[in-house]
C-alpha cells in the first residue's frame, strides 16, 4: 500500500508483466492452428523479453540494455520478413495455412 | 499517476494479449497484437526509454504489423479449425506453462534488490543512447545491417514466384495461380 501513496511502481511488477505475456506467448504457440498466428506469439514472446531487458536497464541504470531491445527489434524485422515469406511458400505449396496439414516431415 | 499509468497499459496489454489467443480469425488477432504492442511503447516511456517507445511504435506497431495484416489478406485466411491435434496439446501444454510461469513468479517474487520506477527517474535520451551504440558497439551495428540486407535478399527470393511449389501432385490453385500469374 506504501507504493500507492508514493506513486512508484516496483519494478517487480514489470518484471511479472513480461512473464505473464511470455507465458500467453507460450499459450498461444501451442494452442493456435495458424501458421501465421503462432508465428504473432512468437513475436509476443519476444516483446515479453524486451519488456525485461528495458526494466533491467532501469533497474542498474545501463544503456546497453535498450541497446540490446533495440538489437532484437532489428532482428525481430529481418526475421518477420523471412518468416512471412516462408509462410508464403508454405501456402503456395500446399495450398493451407493449418499447422496440422503442414506434415511434410512427419515420420 | 505513474501507477495509474502502469495499471492502464498493464490490462491494456493482457488483455490484447488474451485477445490474440481467443480470437479464431487470424486479422482480430493481428489487431491485438498491435494493442499489445502500443501498450508497451508506454510502459517502455514509463520505465524512461523514449528512443525504444519510438522504435517500438514504427518498427513493431507500424512496420511488423502492417507485413503481418498484409499476409493475412494476400492468404486469405479464414478461421481456423479445431483438431484433436490441439487439444492433446493443451493437455499436455498448459500444466506445462503453468509450472514455467510460475516458477518464473516464484523467482522475482523472491528478488530483494529490484528497486522502483518513478516519473521522476529522468528519461535515457538518445544522445546517450547513441554514444554507446556508435562507440563502443559500431561493428555489431553495422553487422545488423548486413544481416537485414541478407533477410530483404532471403525474403525476396522465398516469396517470388514459382518458389516451393510441389514437383509431384497437383494442387487445383496451382495451375490457376500459373496462368493468372503470366
Redesign the interface.
Known amino acids: 500500500m506504501s507504493s500507492l501513496v508514493s506513486q512508484e511502481v516496483p519494478l517487480i511488477f514489470y518484471l511479472l508483466l513480461s512473464a505473464a505475456l511470455f507465458a500467453l506467448g507460450i499459450v498461444g504457440f501451442l494452442i493456435k492452428r495458424n501458421l501465421i498466428t503462432v508465428f504473432m506469439s512468437i513475436e509476443l514472446m519476444l516483446n515479453a523479453v524486451n519488456l525485461s531487458f528495458v526494466t533491467f536497464a532501469h533497474q542498474w541504470h545501463q544503456v546497453r540494455g535498450q541497446i540490446f531491445v533495440f538489437f532484437v527489434m532489428m532482428v525481430a524485422a529481418a526475421e518477420a520478413a523471412v518468416g512471412l515469406a516462408i509462410i508464403i511458400a508454405v501456402f503456395r505449396a500446399r495450398a493451407t495455412l493449418a499447422v496440422d496439414r503442414i506434415d511434410l516431415m512427419k515420420l | ?3 495509474i499509468l ?1 495499471f492502464l497499459f ?1 490490462g491494456f ?2 488483455a490484447g ?2 485477445n ?2 481467443l480470437q479464431s480469425h ?1 486479422i482480430n ?2 489487431l491485438s ?1 498491435i494493442v ?2 502500443t501498450s ?1 511503447a508506454v ?2 516511456l ?4 523514449e ?2 517507445a519510438a ?2 511504435i514504427i ?2 506497431a507500424g ?2 504489423m502492417v ?2 495484416t498484409f ?2 489478406m ?2 486469405n ?1 479464414g478461421r ?4 484433436m ?2 487439444r492433446t ?2 493437455a499436455v ?2 500444466p506445462a ?2 509450472v ?2 510460475a516458477v ?2 516464484t523467482v ?2 523472491n ?1 530483494r ?7 521522476s ?1 529522468g528519461i ?1 535520451t538518445v544522445d ?2 547513441s554514444r ?2 556508435f562507440h563502443e ?1 559500431l561493428l ?1 551495428f553495422e553487422v ?1 545491417s548486413v ?2 540486407l ?3 535478399l ?3 527470393a ?2 517470388r514466384h514459382g ?4 514437383d509431384g501432385e497437383s ?1 487445383p ?2 495451375s490457376r ?1 500459373r496462368t493468372v500469374g503470366k
Open positions: 499517476m505513474h501507477l502502469f498493464a496489454c493482457l494479449a488474451i490474440l489467443l487470424p488477432s493481428a497484437l499489445v504492442m508497451l510502459l517502455y514509463l520505465l524512461g526509454a528512443f525504444l522504435a517500438q518498427v513493431y512496420a511488423i507485413l503481418f499476409v493475412v494476400l492468404l485466411a481456423e479449425e479445431r483438431t491435434g490441439s496439446w493443451r501444454g498448459f506453462v503453468v514455467l510461469f518464473l513468479a522475482i517474487l528478488t534488490q529490484m528497486g522502483v520506477a518513478a516519473l527517474d535515457t546517450d543512447l554507446m551504440l558497439l555489431p545488423t544481416l537485414i541478407i533477410a530483404i532471403g525474403a525476396v522465398l516469396a518458389h516451393g511449389e510441389p494442387n490453385n496451382r495461380e
